[in-house]
């Protein structure tokens, strides 16, 4: 898998204490954690597709959005964890689709994503769905796998936020594309 370039994380977060948890090759992240300079509130939850080049050295480019416009909107978070669909690394969602075609659907979910899902949503009371929509994974399985990680929050009852600019009932407009002066919308009845 292609992982693409990086860039610095947000200057809003607190570079000495994120934490990421990969699988022991890193081909798999299942969760990044960004503690917020200054702030101790409760941690908020995005939702993404997959993970990319975001580690705990550097970010991407939506990684360093979804910061950004978290700091900025939700004055009372201690920072983020950033959870996917999917845990398997790739730049580029059509690799994670082909990946996901040769080698099956559990593999690019990972082998410990929805327990680390669960995990960090029972500490999060707060999920920002934005995983965007299927392109370059197989439309079924993806609404399959959106399908599960519904159901994953239904288990948990968090307050859930999308960005209504884009995107669907079911795919929410993805954070990579998000404008800081965006507003998030409460979604109700989802689960």
């Given at each position: 898998m292609r992982i693409g370039r990086t860039v610095q994380h947000a200057p809003t977060v607190d570079t000495t204490r994120i934490t990421g948890l990969f699988s022991p090759c890193r081909a798999w992240r299942y969760r990044l954690?960004?503690?917020?300079?200054?702030r101790t509130g409760d941690m908020i939850s995005v939702f993404l597709k997959n993970p990319s080049s975001a580690n705990e050295m550097a970010a991407d480019k939506t990684v360093h959005t979804a910061s950004e416009y978290v700091w900025r909107k939700f004055p009372q978070a201690g920072g983020l964890h950033i959870l996917n669909l999917y845990a398997l690394r790739g730049t580029d969602s059509k690799e994670v689709g082909g990946a996901l075609r040769q080698q099956g659907e559990s593999y690019v979910i990972g082998p410990e994503n929805d327990?680390?899902?669960?995990?960090?949503?029972?500490?999060?009371?707060?999920?920002?769905?934005?995983?965007?929509?299927?392109?370059?994974?197989?439309?079924?399985?993806y609404s399959r796998r959106?399908?599960?990680?519904?159901?994953?929050?239904?288990?948990?009852?968090?307050?859930?936020?999308?960005?209504?600019?884009?995107?669907?009932?079911?795919?929410?407009?993805?954070a990579c594309y998000w404008a800081y002066d965006d507003c998030l919308t409460p979604v109700r009845m989802l689960y």
């Open positions: 954690t960004l503690p917020f300079s200054g327990a680390i899902i669960r995990e960090t949503l029972s500490a999060s009371p707060t999920v920002i769905i934005a995983w965007g929509g299927h392109a370059g994974i197989p439309p079924v399985s959106v399908a599960q990680c519904l159901d994953i929050l239904g288990e948990r009852k968090p307050t859930i936020w999308r960005n209504e600019r884009k995107g669907s009932e079911k795919y929410p407009f993805h």
